[in-house]
């Protein structure tokens, strides 16, 4: 049974101005749905253990594609949608008059 993979480019958080890590591809494993608890120590487990391994960073979409030929996973790709700039004045920040 093959493993899946999810290859995406993250976008911005709400909580950062700058843009690091934007411009890189993530692989990362989609996460089993049938995790189960340890009836003794109440862990948690899943039985494939390669689904919680750490992102990967690609610099392009074709380098991403290519490692999961390689090792032969099922891949997703999620193409990413252009963000939108709304460009205004330094001085908008201090009106009293909101703008709908």
Known sequence: MKSEVRIYKPKK???QSGLRRTHEWVLEYI???HLYVDPLM???GCVKTNAVQPKL???TREKA?????SNNLTYLVENPHPSKVMPKRYSDNFTNI???
């Not at 594609?65 to 030929?69: K, R, W």
Request: charged fraction near 25%; aromatic fraction near 20%.
């Open 31 to 33: 996460r089993p749905s």
């Open 57 to 59: 960073f690609f610099k």
């Open 42 to 44: 109440q862990w948690t």
């Open 65 to 69: 594609i290519e490692y999961a030929q």
């Open 13 to 15: 958080t709400a909580m």
């Open 98 to 100: 909101k703008k709908l």
